[in-house]
């Protein structure tokens, strides 16, 4: 069984520019659901894909978002990079049926300089 | 407002040394708490998932325990490998998506 996979492992990029960011689903999960982290802090959700659809947002402006392919994987855009989008990008996915356990990759350290 | 909040930040024991980190929550309605380990640079590694009040789930030196405001992770006679950040989070029946809402963490250091 194949875990959940991110992709760039890190990023350097300037003020004002765009990345995006690339996460494959674990096995089996239709769900994925991108959340930030800050350096000491716990993660703080951004958004989820479920069936290509945006099933729920966090506080975080338009300038974040997202896609879900049909294979589940999905992406993260950000646009207008500012310093503070430095964090650390994480991809979980899950499974829709009972009650939802989300497992996470491994992350994507983004540093906006 | 709903929050998790995580005590102590930090913990510093020697290996052998059994503590117990503490999870306080206040949300509108629970669905579901879960705690996660996380390594430097690393993404949240599933532990414990506890739904109701008097639950409890072992694994390994780690024990989790629930009740109608807080959740502590035990752990007994910890190993320098046990060394992590220990994140606590929940799921609120209000929400559809299953989102997480979670506590800042607390980093645990195992001395040999």
């Known amino acids: 069984e194949t875990g959940v996979t991110q992709s760039p492992t890190h990023l350097i990029k300037t003020r004002g520019q765009q990345v995006t960011l690339r996460c494959s689903s674990q096995s089996g999960h239709n769900t994925v659901s991108w959340y930030q982290q800050a350096l000491g802090q716990g993660p703080q959700f951004i958004f989820q894909?479920?069936?290509?659809?945006?099933?729920g947002r966090g506080n975080f402006p338009p300038r974040f978002s997202g896609l879900q392919f049909p294979n589940y994987s999905s992406e993260l855009n950000v646009n207008a990079l500012e310093l503070d989008d430095s964090a650390l990008y994480l991809c979980?996915?899950?499974?829709?049926?009972?009650?939802?356990?989300?497992?996470f990759g491994p992350g994507t350290r983004l540093l906006v300089l | 407002e709903d929050q998790v909040t995580q005590s102590p930040e930090a913990l510093r024991l020697q290996e052998g040394e059994s503590s117990s980190l503490n999870c306080s929550y206040t949300?509108?309605?629970?669905?579901?708490l879960f705690w996660y380990r996380q390594d430097p640079g690393k993404g949240p590694e599933f532990l414990f998932t506890l739904y109701s009040a008097g639950e409890e789930k072992e694994k390994e030196r780690l024990k989790a325990t629930l009740t109608k405001k807080e959740s502590f992770l035990h752990i007994t006679a910890p190993k320098p490998e046990d060394s992590a950040t220990y994140l606590c989070a929940v799921q609120r029946t209000v929400d559809s998506n299953y989102q997480l809402i979670w506590g800042a963490g607390t980093k645990l250091i195992i001395k040999p």
């Open positions: 894909y479920y069936r290509e659809e945006e099933n």
């Open positions: 979980a996915s899950s499974s829709r049926a009972g009650q939802e356990t989300q497992y």
């Open positions: 949300v509108s309605g629970l669905r579901g």
